[in-house]
């Protein structure tokens, strides 16, 4: 069982160039999302899914574009890289609400992404 | 809107006890969590309170709930260097029906030998 996985873990980019980020996750949950951590700012939400073909937007979605074509994978795309998205991204996923822990997110190990 | 705020920084000796706060504003939330992230590392679930609990207690951690103040703490007992981290505080929303998670900014733990 591996859990919350993201594909690369680290990337550098050049502005203007585009790359998309992996998260797959193998515990059949509903939800799925994408943060970015910068120092001093905690987690903020990027995108979400609460289903596979679903998506919403979270707190900062500007310059980022998601999809949810299987269950399992949730793919974070950057159509013209900016440094101000130099950060690092977190994939976390949970099961449908009322768990025991409630909503208990599982975190992937994260993606560090610079862009120059 | 709802919010979430820590304290950025934290220091102790080891032996001694660590106490992190937390405020929150969103008087509708049903569960308080406590995420650990360790350097390089993604965040992994530390301990967490249901809103009608006033205090949940686990191994070194004890997590205290004041509901009319919005304050969650959590003390982690005769803290250790293994406990350095950085850690952030979270609350769900039953009205909201996504699983979102409103995270604090996070407080750095730094434990001196």
């Known amino acids: 069982n591996a859990g919350v996985t993201q594909t690369p873990k680290f990337r550098v980019l050049k502005t203007g160039q585009s790359m998309t980020l992996l998260c797959a996750q193998d515990?059949?949950?509903?939800?799925m999302y994408w943060y970015r951590q910068d120092p001093g700012m905690g987690l903020r939400l990027i995108h979400y899914?609460?289903?596979?073909?679903?998506?919403a937007k979270g707190e900062v979605p500007d310059g980022y574009n998601v999809s949810r074509l299987k269950k399992q994978n949730f793919l974070l795309g950057l159509e013209s890289a900016a440094p101000s998205q130099t950060s690092v991204y977190f994939c976390?996923?949970?099961?449908?609400?009322?768990?025991?822990?409630?909503?208990?997110?599982?975190f992937g190990p994260g993606t560090r992404l610079t862009v120059l | 809107g709802e919010d979430v705020e820590q304290s950025l920084f934290l220091s102790v000796r080891e032996g001694d006890s660590s106490v992190i706060n937390c405020t929150y504003t969103?008087?509708?939330?049903?569960?308080l969590y406590w995420y650990k992230q360790e350097p390089g590392a993604g965040l992994q679930l530390l301990t967490y309170?249901?809103?009608?609990?006033d205090m949940k207690q686990d191994q070194r951690l004890t997590v205290l709930l004041n509901k009319k103040d919005k304050h969650l703490s959590l003390r982690i007992a005769d803290t250790q260097t293994g406990d350095s981290a950085i850690y952030f505080c979270?609350?769900?929303?039953?009205?909201?029906?996504?699983?979102?998670?409103?995270f604090g900014q996070g407080t750095t733990l730094q434990v001196k030998p």
């Open positions: 976390a996923s949970s099961s449908t609400f009322g768990g025991s822990a409630g909503d208990e997110q599982f």
């Open positions: 515990m059949n949950h509903e939800y």
């Open positions: 899914s609460v289903g596979e073909g679903t998506t």
């Open positions: 969103d008087s509708s939330s049903t569960y």
């Open positions: 309170i249901f809103s009608n609990m």
């Open positions: 979270a609350e769900s929303s039953i009205s909201s029906n996504t699983g979102k998670l409103i």
